[in-house]
């Protein structure tokens, strides 16, 4: 099993080699500034108490308050969450906003919990945690398993044990509490406008065969927006599953198949493939949406896409990089395409502390904005120089941070 943090630890060296930039900042960011493991007592629905492990990584705050989402998963631990929060300092720094990374994890099955249990929790995570968090401070939102709901109970909680009521210390919140419009398809959402930027580039065809792998809020999104502008997805898949169509797939519709059903088998005029299948079809744009280590040294060679969007955290390893880079396969990496999340993020904050509502066209244009011209330069530079755009865009990053340093000491 490949260690994620080896993987993100091993991108940051990669880049700072061929890259004039100091060994202090280099050593700063392989390591976290603060990690703080935490246990969550939790009373059940049956009255027994059972303690569920969390965790917060602050990795850097270089940049401006840590910003990154919190995970509930089984499978959750703290190399996983260091390198999601390596890899937020690396993203907040590729869309140039004014925010540090961190990210967090309680190891949970979420589906065991009943609504009430997952309440108690989510808030039970805030108690244990909301003195290291806070607008200027470190500034959660949602990521696996963790949805606008989870972050208005944290939000509330926060809000009873500070007596702050902006919301601006979780963001992913509903709109009606506080959230920003444009948050839930965000990340999907800025995919697409880096996809847009970079498709005549990469001689793709005017209409794209995509497969999607996740449907949650971010592969979900995603597959939905490509279709709404006249792409074709041909396969999508849950944690089990995948489902495939040539003539592609109505995205909503097969949500509300899983949803009603909680599974996509059965789903009509579709063939059944597993996920791992999924990532070897012949498509135009590949899109992991799921979870790591999804192509690896294993099954990179068999990859038949044009092109990777990740919009996953992690999901290429770095042998498997190199194998996508000698094929001429063209990886946009998770640092750039999956950054339109926490971009809305903060636009979520900023309105939360101005305590203003700002539309959802004025929000889509500012992630439009921010995003395509970091797009372009890393695409021109990696042309330029050769290497990868995921090397190109960790360099980027590195400078920004490099002169934030050059402030602080
Ligand atoms: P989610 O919980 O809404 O959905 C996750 C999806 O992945 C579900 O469809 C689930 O069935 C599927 N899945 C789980 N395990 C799988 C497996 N082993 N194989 C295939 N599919 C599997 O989570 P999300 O918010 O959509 O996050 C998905 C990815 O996007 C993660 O890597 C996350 O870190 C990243 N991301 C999320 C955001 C955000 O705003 N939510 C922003 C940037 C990046």
Redesign the pocket.
């Known amino acids: 099993m490949v260690n994620p943090f080896e993987s993100a630890q091993r991108q940051l060296h990669l880049a700072a080699k061929g890259g004039d930039f100091s060994n202090e900042l280099i050593d700063r960011l392989s390591r976290a500034e603060r990690e703080i493991t935490v246990t969550i007592p939790l009373t059940m629905d049956d009255g027994s108490t059972r303690f569920f492990e969390g965790y917060r990584v602050q990795h850097s705050g270089l940049r401006g308050p840590y910003k990154g ?1 919190i ?1 509930f998963h089984p499978e959750a631990d703290l190399d996983e969450v260091r390198a ?1 929060a390596l890899w937020m300092t690396m993203k907040t720094a590729v869309a140039d906003i004014a925010m540090g990374g961190g990210k967090g994890g309680v190891v949970v099955d979420p589906d065991i919990l009943s609504s009430g249990e997952l309440e108690r929790l989510s808030r039970g995570f805030v108690r244990a945690l909301y003195r290291n968090l806070g607008p200027e401070v470190d500034v959660p ?5 963790t949805t606008p709901e989870i972050m208005s109970w944290m939000s509330d909680e926060y809000a009873k044990l500070t007596g702050d009521t902006s919301g601006a210390s979780f963001t ?1 919140k509903p709109v009606d509490q506080g959230g920003s419009e444009g948050r839930g398809a ?2 999907g959402q800025g995919g697409y406008y880096v996809f847009e930027a970079l498709k005549e580039k990469l001689n793709l065809p005017r209409s794209v065969s995509v497969a999607v ?7 979900g999104n995603a597959a939905r927006t490509f279709v709404s502008h006249g792409h074709k997805v041909v396969a999508m ?3 089990k599953d995948a489902i495939y169509n040539e003539d592609g797939l109505d995205p909503e519709a097969v949500e509300k198949y899983k949803a009603e059903h909680r599974s996509l088998k059965g789903f009509p005029d579709v063939q059944m493939f597993t ?1 791992a299948e999924l990532l070897e079809l012949s498509v135009d744009v590949l899109i992991p ?4 280590n999804q192509l690896t040294e294993e099954n990179a060679e068999r990859v038949q896409a044009k092109m990777v969007l990740e ?5 290429t390893t770095p042998e498997a990089d190199e194998i996508l880079r000698k094929r001429g396969i063209k990886v946009v990496p ?1 640092i750039l395409a ?1 950054a339109g ?2 971009v809305v993020s903060t636009l979520e904050w900023e309105q939360n502390k101005k305590n203003e509502h700002w539309s959802e066209e004025v929000v889509l244009e500012r992630l439009k904005e921010t995003l395509i011209p970091q797009a372009n330069v890393i695409y021109k530079n990696a042309e330029e120089s050769g290497v990868t755009m995921r090397i190109v865009a960790f360099r980027l990053a590195l400078k920004r941070l490099a002169n934030a340093l050059e402030k602080v000491v």
């Not at 949406?289 to 790591?292: D, M, N, P, Q, S």
């Open positions: 989402g995970r999601l939102a949602p990521d696996v398993n992913g965000a990340t792998q996740g449907m949650g809020n971010v592969g898949s849950d944690s996920n949406a799921a979870l790591e919009l996953a955290n992690g999901p998770d999956n999340g926490v």
